[in-house]
């Protein structure tokens, strides 16, 4: 009897797997891989070589920028409402965006991750780049102290090391109004 069970639930399986679909195969990928994009995001760039890269002071006494010296900027650096409630940094990565675009850029670097968002910006009607402001009293500009190398990503536009200089913090610093880099604020302990 063992024996007329075991037979009856191998067919019944058998022929459960019968009337399943068949399993998925490449052929479809290759019908929707010929098929052209109408839209989509550019080609992501290779990550710059910063090698001998500095931070700047410009014309403007409350703008950094950051790059090899004789080549093109890769990222700036800009204090708005100095020392007001309103200040604010504006940072822009120098790398093409696709119109109409928005994204996260990371500053990474001295224990601090910030995520800042950032906007596709015609500036002085040249293509797009991505600029995003962010108050200045926020703590993640704490990754810009000179102790050691951050980086900037933004999707597709690679990976930026910036190389440690004291110029960005003392910028943050006067925009914040502050002699000192504002240390992060303590947050209360949560009860578990």
Not at 1 to 17: C, D, E, F, I, N
Not at 103 to 116: P, S, V
Not at 154 to 174: C, D, F, Q, Y
């Amino acid at each position: 009897m063992s024996k007329w069970l075991l037979l009856m639930g191998g067919l019944a399986l058998v022929g459960g797997l019968a009337g399943c679909k068949p399993p998925p195969t490449d052929a479809a990928i290759a019908r929707v891989s010929l098929l052209s994009p109408t839209s989509g995001p550019s080609e992501p760039l290779p990550s710059p070589d910063t090698t001998g890269a500095v931070w700047a002071r410009t014309d403007n006494p409350l703008r950094l920028v950051y790059g090899v010296p004789g080549r093109p900027v890769l990222l700036a650096l800009e204090c708005l409402a100095p020392a007001s409630p309103e200040s604010a940094l504006r940072i822009t990565r120098h790398a093409p965006a696709d119109a109409g675009a928005s994204a996260l850029l990371a500053l990474i670097g001295n224990g601090m991750i910030g995520r800042f968002p950032v906007d596709a910006t015609s500036l002085d009607g040249k293509p797009p780049r991505w600029q995003g402001e962010v108050p200045a009293v926020t703590p993640q500009w704490d990754a810009l102290k000179p102790e050691r190398e951050a980086t900037v990503t933004v999707p597709g536009a690679g990976l930026v090391r910036l190389n440690p200089s004291p110029l960005p913090m003392e910028l943050v610093s006067a925009c914040r109004g502050t002699a000192d880099p504002a240390a992060p604020p303590v947050l209360p302990a949560i009860p578990g």
